[in-house]
């Protein structure tokens, strides 16, 4: 009956070890996503500046602040000035 007792201590104790691992592990997890996700203040789109946080496609490259103007016409297609203000890349991306 004591080692019964016992065998279900230890089993008690390893199984909150790992459980609590698991915990402290999952939380670098979620730590580490967190700061990769990449955020951009919709303000910030378009203000002339380029802000390289939001210079992705999920964020409509930045507006097309990022857009370098020997980008444009140079018979690449660059994204980042394929804007209006930028003459669509000068038609680079047709
Ligand atoms: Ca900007
Ligand atoms: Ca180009």
Redesign the pocket.
Known sequence: MTKLLVLALCVYLVMSMSVKERLERSEALKESAESQVPSCDSSLSGNNICDKNCNLDMFNYDGGDCCEPQ????G???LV?YFVQHNF??G?CY
């Open positions: 980008w444009v016409g140079d690449d297609c660059d000035c890349d000068g680079d």
